[in-house]
């Protein structure tokens, strides 16, 4: 009871509040991974502006740039890249920094083949820690599963998978997989990290890091990368939701497997014995 989807995770490193020339070059790896096979295409956390806040909150960028690249979800970014799933016929995820309001946070967007924002994500824990000062750096609020044709699927970004809560949220909410789009650690210790959310959870993650693109299913890493400029593909298998149907349909698999097996483990491991033990009786 897995549906397999075809995935690729992008890493190239965006341009400081570059806005334009980011979504170039993200259109363009999205137009490749689709090329490629991809039924849905992960990128980095902060890929449309760059991820500024570590320059904001160490004084090299005055914090009002920000709202220079910072989007809304009905602003012009976000409608060219819902047009560009449309027409690839692909899902499409990415991070970037949403306004709303007065503050900005560090989002995460899943759109949909047919070109609709099927859910989005606000960055929960922040590696810089958090100040009631820093509008342009907000914490998320909550985490749910959202629907896709994929299944539910549910965000962490990059800091976030660090925390086994996090990941827990939305598998509890229903989510069948995890995307991680970052701009972090590129160590072994973090592959290790999202390997133990997959596990602990029991659902494929695709991370998008900027260095490292990682892509986990059944609870083993199918593809890894420390190139900076990547486009990684893999398969992960999804597995379904939790219902009485799927539950009696996975077991009547088992059965049909259970009875086509058996004979043959015992043919192989026990008959020898089992039969010298009726002849001794």
Not at 89 to 97: D, I, K, P, Q, R
Not at 119 to 137: I, R, V
Not at 174 to 195: E, N, T
Request: with cysteine; glycine share 6%; proline share 5%.
């Amino acid at each position: 009871m897995f549906r397999p989807l075809r995935v690729a995770a992008i890493s190239f490193v965006p341009e400081k509040f570059e806005l334009a020339d980011n979504c170039d070059r993200l259109e363009e790896s999205f137009r490749r991974a689709a090329r490629d096979g991809a039924e849905l295409a992960v990128a980095p956390e902060g890929v449309i502006e760059g991820y500024v806040t570590n320059e904001i909150i160490a004084g090299e960028a005055p914090a009002a740039r920000i709202r220079e690249v910072a989007v809304t979800m009905q602003g012009a970014v976000i409608s060219r890249f819902r047009a560009l799933a449309r027409e690839l016929g692909m899902s499409l995820a990415f991070g970037c920094a949403e306004k709303v309001g007065r503050n900005v946070h560090n989002c995460a967007v899943f759109i949909d083949p047919e070109g609709k924002l099927s859910g989005k994500y606000h960055k929960m824990q922040l590696a810089e820690g958090t100040h009631p000062a820093w509008w342009f750096n907000r914490l998320g609020r909550q985490s749910r599963a959202f629907p896709t044709p994929h299944g539910r699927c549910g965000f962490m970004i990059c800091a976030d998978r660090w925390n086994a809560d996090i990941a827990r949220i939305p598998v509890l909410d229903g989510a069948r997989y995890l995307l991680i789009p970052s701009f972090g650690s590129r160590s072994k210790r973090q592959d290790q990290a999202v390997l133990a959310r997959a596990r602990e959870n029991g659902v494929p993650i695709v991370e998008a890091n900027v260095g490292v693109t990682l892509i986990i299913s059944q609870g083993e890493i199918v593809a890894l990368s420390r190139r900076e400029e990547k486009i990684l593909h893999a398969t992960i298998e999804v597995p379904a939701e939790p219902s009485r149907r799927n539950r009696d349909l996975h077991e009547r698999a088992f059965l049909r497997w259970r009875r086509r097996e058996m004979p043959l483990w015992f043919e192989k491991r026990t008959k020898k014995t089992w039969l010298n033990r009726q002849r001794a009786s």
